[in-house]
C-alpha cells in the first residue's frame, strides 16, 4: 500500500531497531509495541524493550507474486522467525543459500530497504534476517 | 441459541466468476432480487438490511455501500448498514441480521454479501486483500494472503506430515463439486496433476491451491418463527450463529496449524445448538487455500488434529460420504468475491437442506454447517443451520 511519508516515518524507530515491549507483570514480551498487556489487560505493566536480533526459521516460503511496491524483489523469501525471547516476527530472509533457507535455520536481523512507494520514489526501511 | 427463533425463509446468489459486464451494484442487486422472489414476501414487509463487504473502496471506488443497496433495490428509507470483517464480512452480516431477528427487535430482514474484485489489476487485487492482514507489520514487509496460508501449510506438513499431494486432492474435490453448480466460476473437473503442476505462488502453496479473484453477490431473506410459519414451505431454521477473534497478525499466534478463532468458534456454536460434529450432514467450510480446508476440518471436529489430510485422501468428504464438504465447490471451485462468500455458504447450505441442490444435493440431509474466516483467522464464524418441515 502506498504509504506518506508520516507513516512511514512513525513506526521507523521500532522497524529500525526492532523495539518492541517487555510487560513486568506477566514478564511478556510482544512485538510490534503494545500500549495495553494483551494477556494482564489493565493491570499490565509496559515498558520498551529491544528484541534480540537473532533467531531461528519458525516457517518459510518463497513468494512468486509480490504485492504492489514490490515489482523489483519477486521472487523473495518470507519467514516467520523465532526469535531467542520466544516472540515470532515476520520477515524476508535475504542474502541466503536457497539451501541454508529452512525451519530451525539460525537467522540474524539486518537493516534494509524494504519497499520503494509511489511515483516520488519513497523508500521505507526496515528488518530483513539472513542465515547465519 | 438465544433469544426468538430465527429462519431463512429465502436465498439467491448471482453467479460467481469474472463479470466484466456488471458492476458492483447490479451483483447485490441481482442476488437480492432472486431471494426476496424466493421467499414469497413483498418488498414492503422488509425491515432493515446488513451488507458484507470487504474492500469496495480499494476494488471499485466506492463505499457507502449499505445506502447504495437500499437505494438500489428501490427500499429507501430502510435502515440498511454495510459490515466488515474481510473475507468474514457475509457471515457478520447474517450473524447482525439473525440478532436483530432474535432479540425481537425486527421480524423481517435481508441479509447481503457482495464483492467486485476484478476491475483492478492483480497485484493491487493482492494488496487489497492484504489489508485483511496486519497492514503495518505483515503486507509492509511484502506479505501476501497466499504467503501467510504457506508459512502455516509449511507448518501443518512438518508437524503432522501433510502432503502437497493431499492438499491437491482438496482442490480436485472441490472443482469436481463446482463442475454440477451452475453458479460457479470454475465449471471443469480438474486432476492431482494440474494442480502438482501449476505454478508456485508461495511455496508449498501452489496456483491451483489457491481461490480465484471473483465478482459476485449472494442474498438471504431471514423471518422471525410466527413469519416463517405463516409464509414458508421449507423454513431452514438458524440453530447457532457464533464468532471469536485472535492476534490480527499471523506470527502473533501460539500455533500456526491450526485456527484458535475457528476452534472457539466452533465449540460455542455446537453448545448452542446441542450437537456435535459428527451430527452434521453437509458442510461449507472456507478454503480461501486447500490448506485452510485441512485445518477448518480438524478445528471443527470432523477429524481428530493432523488426520486432515488421510481423510481427504480417503474421499472422506466428497458427496455420498459421511460429511460432504464445498459441495458448492467452495472458495476454490465457486470463487470467493470476499464479502459474499459468507452468505453465498449459507445459500449453499439452505438449498441442500431444502433438496434443491440439483446435481449435488446430499441425500436426507437435515443439519448443515458453515465455517467463514477472515484475514489469516483474526476472525471466524460458524453457523448451524436445520431443516425445519
Ligand atoms: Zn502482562
Redesign the interface.
Known amino acids: 500500500m502506498t504509504e506518506g511519508i508520516a507513516r512511514i516515518w512513525r513506526n521507523q524507530r521500532d522497524r529500525y531497531n526492532l523495539i518492541g515491549t517487555h510487560c513486568e507483570e506477566c514478564k511478556n514480551d510482544f512485538f510490534p509495541q503494545r500500549k495495553i498487556c494483551p494477556v494482564c489487560r489493565r493491570k499490565g505493566k509496559l515498558k520498551e524493550k529491544q528484541m534480540p536480533t537473532t533467531g531461528k526459521i519458525y516457517s518459510f516460503t518463497l513468494v512468486t507474486g509480490g504485492p504492489v511496491g514490490f515489482d523489483y524483489e519477486t521472487p523473495y523469501y518470507l519467514a516467520i522467525v523465532e526469535l531467542d525471547n520466544k516472540v515470532k516476527i515476520l520477515t524476508q530472509i535475504v542474502d541466503s543459500d536457497d539451501d541454508k533457507v529452512k525451519i530451525g535455520q539460525p537467522v540474524k536481523a539486518m537493516f534494509r530497504r524494504i519497499q520503494t512507494h509511489g511515483e516520488e520514489g519513497l523508500i521505507a526501511y526496515g528488518y530483513k534476517f539472513k542465515v547465519v | 441459541m438465544k433469544g426468538r427463533d430465527v429462519y431463512v425463509i429465502g436465498a439467491g446468489m448471482s453467479s460467481f466468476g469474472e463479470h466484466w459486464d456488471s458492476s458492483l451494484r447490479e451483483l447485490i442487486v441481482d442476488a437480492a432480487i432472486k431471494a426476496i422472489a424466493d421467499s414469497k414476501i413483498e418488498g414492503k414487509q422488509l425491515q432493515a438490511v446488513y451488507g458484507g463487504c470487504m474492500a469496495s473502496g480499494l476494488f471499485a471506488g466506492q463505499e457507502h455501500v449499505g445506502a447504495l443497496i437500499a437505494d438500489y433495490l428501490g427500499l429507501n428509507p430502510l435502515p440498511s448498514t454495510r459490515l466488515e470483517a474481510a473475507c468474514a464480512s457475509g457471515s457478520v452480516a447474517m450473524r447482525n441480521g439473525i440478532m436483530a431477528i432474535a432479540s425481537g427487535f425486527y421480524d423481517v430482514v435481508a441479509v447481503g454479501g457482495v464483492e467486485k474484485m476484478t476491475d483492478v489489476s492483480?497485484?493491487?487485487a493482492?494488496?487489497t486483500l492484504?489489508?485483511a492482514g496486519d497492514?503495518?507489520?505483515?503486507?509492509?514487509?511484502?506479505?501476501?494472503f497466499?504467503?501467510l496460508y504457506?508459512?502455516?501449510a509449511?507448518?501443518h506438513m512438518?508437524e503432522y506430515g501433510t502432503t502437497e499431494e493431499q492438499m491437491a486432492m482438496v482442490a480436485v474435490k472441490n472443482h469436481a463439486n463446482a463442475a454440477k453448480n451452475r453458479y460457479a466460476q470454475f465449471q471443469k473437473e480438474i486432476t492431482i496433476d494440474t494442480v502438482m503442476k501449476s505454478?508456485?505462488?508461495?511455496?508449498?502453496?501452489k496456483l491451483f491451491d489457491c481461490s480465484p479473484l471473483t465478482d459476485g453477490a449472494a442474498a438471504v431473506i431471514l423471518a422471525s418463527g410466527d413469519v416463517a410459519k405463516k409464509i414458508c414451505e421449507k423454513p431452514i431454521k438458524l440453530i447457532a450463529s457464533s464468532q471469536a477473534s485472535d492476534?490480527l497478525?499471523?506470527?502473533?499466534r501460539a500455533s500456526?496449524s491450526s485456527l484458535r478463532a475457528t476452534q472457539i468458534a466452533a465449540k460455542e456454536a455446537f453448545t448452542q445448538a446441542g450437537i456435535k460434529s459428527k451430527d452434521v450432514d453437509v458442510a461449507e467450510l472456507h478454503d480461501c487455500f486447500t490448506i485452510a480446508e485441512l485445518m477448518a476440518m480438524e478445528d471443527l471436529g470432523f477429524c481428530e488434529k493432523g488426520k486432515s489430510g488421510k481423510m481427504v485422501e480417503a474421499g472422506q468428504t466428497k458427496i455420498g460420504s459421511d460429511i460432504p464438504i464445498n459441495t458448492s465447490g467452495g472458495l476454490k471451485g465457486c470463487g470467493h468475491p470476499v464479502g459474499a462468500t459468507g452468505v453465498k455458504q449459507i445459500v449453499e447450505i439452505a438449498w441442500q437442506l431444502r433438496g434443491e441442490a440439483t446435481g449435488r444435493q446430499v441425500k436426507n440431509a437435515e443439519i448443515g454447517l458453515t465455517h467463514n474466516v477472515g484475514g489469516s483467522g483474526a476472525t471466524a464464524v460458524v453457523h448451524l443451520l436445520k431443516k425445519d418441515f
Request: hydrophobic fraction near 45%; aromatic fraction near 10%.
Open positions: 492483480t497485484e493491487m493482492s494488496t492484504g489489508g497492514e503495518e507489520w505483515e503486507l509492509f514487509n511484502g506479505a501476501t497466499p504467503a504457506a508459512l502455516m509449511r507448518r512438518l505454478q508456485y505462488v508461495a511455496s508449498p502453496l492476534s497478525a499471523l506470527a502473533n500456526f
